[in-house]
Structures are given as C-alpha cells and as structure tokens.
C-alpha cells in the first residue's frame, strides 16, 4: 500500500508570514497534485508536478517535487487570510491516486 | 478543467433509509470517482464508476451498500443505503481528464441522525 504523509498537520500563522508545507513517501509517484479545500466546498486542484525535481510557482505558491518522485513542497509567501483551508497532497500512479491526510492552515489576519 | 455539479449538496436523514447523490459533468470523461471524507479527515475512494459495467469497489466499500451507476459518460450516482450515523461524512464525485488530472465535485454532506 502507497502511503503519504504530510506535515505539519496543523498550522496557524499571521497574515504576512511564510511557509512550507510537505508531502513525503516511500513510494515513487508518476505525478503529484496539491489541492485546497476550503469548508463546504470539494478540493480544488492548484498544481500538478510530474517531473522529479519540477519547480512551479503560482502567484504566491511554490510547488517542488522531489528529485525521486517521492516527495514534495509548497511554500507559501506573505500569507493571507484567504490562503486558510485544508490543503491535500495526492501522489498518482496511472489513473489510481492516493491522498495524504492534509495540512490544515490558518491564516489570522 | 471540467466542471461538475452535485445533488443534494447537503441532507439529513434518519438511520435506516437510503440516499441517493447525483454528479453531473458538463463534458465526457472516461473516469468516475466516488471519494467519502469524514469530519476533520481526507479523501477516501468508495469506488470507481465504470460506464456500462459494474463499479469497481474499494477495500471495505461493498455495492449492498453503496450501488452505484454510472448510465452514461456525464452522469453518475452513488447511493447510500440503510444509513447509519457513522455514514456522516462528505461525498464527493470527481472525474479524471486525459492528463490524468482529477477534479472534483463541491460535495454532498450527509448527516444520519
């Protein structure tokens, strides 16, 4: 069984402030989605990594992907109180995805 | 992106009936998923909806009690059945595109009383 971890599993930070939120497996992943789900709401989908060492940046967000394939990253920059949500890492093989247990942020104004 | 819609978004009902969740696609997609997310925790698949043949189940999800169709490749639903309250949770759907990205519906919220 592909497992993956993700920490920390909690967070609260002050608007403003940066940081980093990781995804961690023993197990090689043909591809690496991070996506935020906000209360009520499904999880939105924010990236897709593939490549081993893949560096992409959305705005505020810095994804990697780990040269391996077995891990990953987000960082967060200047952080605001709209970045608050669950965010959920989820490691592909093919067309079966396996889903970490999230990092919760929340982000205080 | 594709985008899709579910109903109802939320309910209550008592222990013993059944519910029935409708996911709708705006295109067609080949994969079908059902995902249940208890309160405070992530995704798990219930099943994937196979169009014009039996879903294929996950370890610990039997169709007695979440039967699925799947009639065609925009609309699938997902039936919960003799409900108990630990059925409580989140019900997403979520298709798969051809880049192998998944996306997902808002979700049914079930409360069983």
């Known amino acids: 069984t592909q497992l993956l971890e993700q920490s920390p599993q909690f967070l609260s930070i002050q608007e403003g402030e940066n940081l980093t939120v990781y995804c961690n497996s023993s197990s090689v992943f043909s591809s690496l989605q991070w996506y935020r789900q906000e209360p009520g709401e499904g999880p939105v989908l924010l990236v897709t990594?593939?490549?081993?060492?893949e560096v992409k940046k959305l705005k505020r967000l810095t994804f990697q992907f780990g040269d391996a394939r077995k891990d990953s990253s987000l960082h967060i920059t200047a952080a605001q109180p709209g970045d608050t949500g669950l965010y959920l890492c989820a490691g592909s093989y093919g067309q079966n995805f396996v889903f970490g247990p999230g990092t919760r942020l929340s982000v205080l104004p | 992106s594709a985008v899709i819609s579910q109903k109802p978004s939320r309910d209550i009902c008592q222990r013993g009936t059944s519910l029935t969740i409708q996911c709708q696609v705006d295109s067609q997609v080949t994969m079908m998923f059902w995902y249940r997310q208890q309160p405070g925790q992530s995704l798990t698949l219930i099943a994937t909806?196979?169009?014009?043949?039996?879903?294929?189940?996950e370890s610990g999800f039997v169709i007695d009690k979440f039967p699925i169709s799947r009639p065609n490749l925009t609309f699938s639903t997902l039936t919960v059945s003799n409900m108990s309250p630990e059925d409580s949770s989140i019900y997403l759907c979520?298709?798969?595109?051809?880049?192998?990205?998944?996306?997902f519906g808002p979700g049914t919220r079930l409360t069983v009383t």
């Open positions: 909806a196979n169009q014009g043949s039996e879903a294929t189940y």
């Open positions: 990594v593939v490549t081993g060492g």
């Open positions: 979520s298709v798969l595109n051809r880049t192998y990205e998944q996306y």
